[in-house]
């Protein structure tokens, strides 16, 4: 695993790591365009969970690239990476479990989240966080949680609106989850650390 972490941090992986997360990044809030259009302005922040998520990464990324660490966003980006690349595929299922089918798109995005949440776990030896940024992470994740689940600006699944208060605390302890493995991949003792190549 090492080896390939070590492997990941080389640049031409960090090029295509890029390309791939901006595309996908774009693509993203233009999937929240419509939900987006009946938003309130000052909840704009918070309702495209997935797409600023990957945003948060591809600055990561950048910093990468240049050689440098922004340890606030690579601690949002491997909390947020986490959180919603799994609820996204959960959500999915379950739509897929309700309805008794799953629309194209909905497969592309259980493939698409689900890679999204490995990869912030996979580059986390690069990472160079601190306790209080993890702690600024919990508190803008758990904040985003409650204008999902007290205002009702979560993601819109029609299909899936009967259960919001059980998703929405599903929602709260994948935060926590999310937290948590970020405590574990970068803050513990144990965990290993990589240096970027030149």
């Given amino acids: 695993m090492k080896i390939f972490q070590y492997v990941l941090g080389q640049k031409p992986i960090l090029i295509a790591m890029f390309l791939i997360n901006f595309f996908g990044t774009f693509y993203g809030y233009y999937?929240?365009?419509?939900?987006?259009?009946?938003?309130p302005a000052h909840f704009y922040?918070?309702?495209p969970d997935s797409p600023t998520a990957s945003l948060f990464f591809l600055i990561v990324l950048l910093g990468f690239l240049i050689r440098k660490n922004f340890p606030l966003i690579e601690a949002l980006a491997i909390v947020t990476l986490f959180k919603y690349g799994i609820w996204a595929v959960i959500m999915n299922i379950l739509v897929l479990?309700?309805?008794?089918s799953l629309p194209w798109e909905g497969y592309m995005l259980i493939?698409?989240?689900f890679g999204m949440a490995i990869q912030g776990l996979l580059?986390?030896?690069y990472?160079?966080?601190?306790i209080w940024h993890l702690l600024v992470a919990a508190v803008w994740t758990l904040h985003n949680d409650v204008i999902d689940y007290v205002f009702g600006m979560m993601p819109r699944y029609s299909m899936l609106m009967d259960y919001s208060n059980h998703i929405g605390y599903f929602t709260f302890w994948l935060s926590i989850i999310s937290l948590l493995i970020g405590y574990v991949l970068v803050l513990n003792?144990?965990?290993y650390q990589l240096t970027l190549p030149k």
């Fill in 31 to 39: 999937w929240y365009r419509y939900q987006l259009s009946e938003t």
């Fill in 45 to 47: 922040l918070f309702v």
């Fill in 97 to 100: 479990l309700i309805d008794g």
């Fill in 111 to 113: 493939a698409s989240h």
């Fill in 123 to 125: 580059y986390a030896p």
């Fill in 127 to 130: 990472y160079r966080f601190k």
């Fill in 189 to 191: 003792k144990r965990s």
